[in-house]
T-cell receptor, first 111, second 116 residues
């Protein structure tokens, strides 16, 4: 079992839909959780960063962490065609040195 | 803050040739990371530096790969005797220090390598 599991999709939704992206992890030592967005042939761009269980909101984006279930989510409200990209979850433990990434979920939002 | 910059952005090379990639991290960032990303996969950790010291290397970093960070500023990643399996995007990232609330990892645009 990989340390971080993420459904690669692809996920296709119409403009305005609510999108839910998820990752599960196996290492209970992970403390910090991040979501990166990656456009085709570009580097990952940090979207959201959380370090505790619960919700964190930033505009149309909400990151949710449930440490008891080892499950994290990213919700995108009112999705836009410009949200079409690959979304990568990433995590690290407190003493860790590098992020561990999921495979990424490819999202396509059609107008 | 000009972000993490990588050069070249694209490189096509023949199998067996050596290639070198350069990364300039965000200024004042002590930590510098190298990742590799293949199609349909998330980035995979290769190695990282704290200032000029290389502190960790992944088992993915075979002996054909060598990374340096002289003087703790820019870094180079060299691949010797390239193989077709080395074709990937090589990502550089940096952080101010160990990841913690407020200290996150920022990535460059990547260097694409195609070995033919």
């Amino acid at each position: 079992q990989k340390e971080v599991e993420q459904d690669p999709g692809p996920l296709s939704v119409p403009e305005g839909a609510i999108v839910s992206l998820n990752c599960t992890y196996s290492n209970s030592a992970f403390q910090y959780f991040m979501w990166y967005r990656q456009y085709s042939r570009k580097g990952p761009e940090l979207l959201m960063y959380t370090y505790s269980s619960g919700n964190k909101e930033d505009g149309r984006f909400t990151a949710q962490v449930d440490k008891s279930s080892k499950y994290i989510s990213l919700f995108i409200r009112d999705s836009q065609p410009s949200d079409s990209a690959t979304y990568l979850c990433a995590m690290i433990n407190q003493a860790g040195t590098a992020l561990i990434f999921g495979k990424g979920t490819t999202l396509s939002v059609s107008s | 803050d000009t972000g993490v910059s990588q050069d070249p952005r694209h490189k096509i090379t023949k199998r067996g040739q050596n290639v070198t990639f350069r990364c300039d991290p965000i200024s004042e960032h002590n930590r510098l990371y190298w990742y590799r990303q293949t199609l349909g996969q998330g980035p995979e950790f290769l190695t990282y530096f704290q200032n000029e010291a290389q502190l960790e290397k992944s088992r993915l970093l075979s002996d054909r790969f060598s990374a340096e960070r002289p003087k703790g500023s820019f870094s180079t990643l060299e691949i010797q005797r390239t193989e077709q399996g080395d074709s990937a995007m090589y990502l550089c990232a940096s952080s101010l220090d160990r990841v913690s609330p407020g200290n996150t990892i920022y990535f460059g645009e990547g260097s694409w390598l195609t070995v033919v």
